[in-house]
């Protein structure tokens, strides 16, 4: 499970998010063929069934539940596919997508996303990143918004106002974008929920007699979900107590790699291992001991003793 997860219950008397009533429009400075809407959510229903047709609103900017009461919306369609609607243009029309491809599944969890390309006017629908659907809105042009003063809010897991199009599951981590995003920066949202941190561990400790050219042999262990896609992990050793510049690498950036030191002594080293977003460190403690197996500044011997004094004769 989730634990940021929202349970949007479809059974009588469902919850429903109102996240209010808002533009979706470019900030300052943004290009104009940059604008329309990215609306990109994680999933997971009970089940198709909560309304009567099966169509589930995610997330919806309505009036009502006809093809034109729609500014935008995202939903579950009969057939266990994704829906999609956007009202653009000077004539203010609503358009609508349905994929043809793209099964969802009940008790899974997988991301849902639409874009619209006000300068292009092209719509899209992706599951998990990978696209299910695509058209041309017939006018394209500009997101239409509700007339000034007007309030239409937005919806996640029902259809304003209150119409019998329950979504029931979970969702999570729902973002609105005035901009359409591209499908490799979809992919980016959906590597980035499912990837996890690397995990490494350093090995044990070693501990051997220094001598003039004397390694130690360190290797790693090192694993992956391989998220994010394409990523390629870093590594990097590093030793982080004992004099550093004593040591030398003859590869710090693999996990197997076998340094040296110039003189006895307590290193400790530390590896870090990151696929790009995430990191993990471990470390180890190599110890060189003097030739005569004392650990330097711990069991030294003690300074000898002078000799005695010579005897004295008249």
């Not at 300052?28 to 909560?50: C, E, H, K, Q, Y």
């Not at 009461?69 to 004539?91: E, N």
């Amino acid at each position: 499970g989730r634990s940021s997860a929202l349970d949007v219950n479809g059974a009588a008397g469902a919850l429903y998010v109102d996240v209010g009533s808002f533009d979706v429009v470019p900030g300052a400075g943004a290009a104009a063929p940059s604008a329309g809407l990215t609306v990109s959510l994680w999933i997971n229903a009970r089940t198709f069934d909560a309304s009567a047709s099966q169509d589930g609103r995610l997330v919806s900017r309505a009036t009502g539940v006809q093809d034109n009461d729609h500014y935008f919306m995202l939903s579950t369609m009969l057939g266990r596919v994704l829906r999609m609607r956007i009202k653009a243009g000077a004539a203010r029309r609503t358009h609508t997508l349905i994929a043809q491809q793209g099964a969802l599944n009940a008790n899974e969890w997988l991301m849902a996303s639409m874009t619209y390309d006000a300068a292009t006017g092209r719509m899209a629908l992706y599951r998990n990143a990978e696209l299910v659907a695509e058209d041309t809105h017939p006018d394209g042009g500009a997101l239409a918004q509700p007339p000034a003063g007007t309030d239409v809010p937005i919806w996640i897991g029902n259809n304003p106002p209150g119409a019998d199009r329950k979504y029931d599951g979970l969702v999570d981590d729902v973002r609105i974008f005035a901009v359409p995003l591209a499908q490799a920066q979809l992919q980016s949202l959906f590597d980035n929920k499912l990837n996890t941190a690397p995990t490494v561990e350093a090995g044990d400790d070693q501990t051997q007699v220094w001598a003039p050219g004397a390694i130690f042999h360190f290797e790693a262990a090192v694993d992956d979900d391989g998220y994010p896609r394409g990523s390629r992990l870093a590594i990097v050793w590093r030793v982080v107590g004992g004099d550093a510049d004593a040591v030398s690498f003859d590869d710090a950036h693999s996990w197997h790699t076998h340094p040296s030191v110039s003189a006895p002594g307590r290193y400790v080293f530390e590896i870090t291992v990151s696929d790009g977003l995430l990191a993990t460190t471990d470390t180890l403690v190599g110890t060189w001991l003097n030739p005569d197996g004392a650990t330097p500044g711990v069991d030294a011997p003690a300074a000898a003793s002078p000799p005695p004094a010579a005897a004295a004769f008249s």
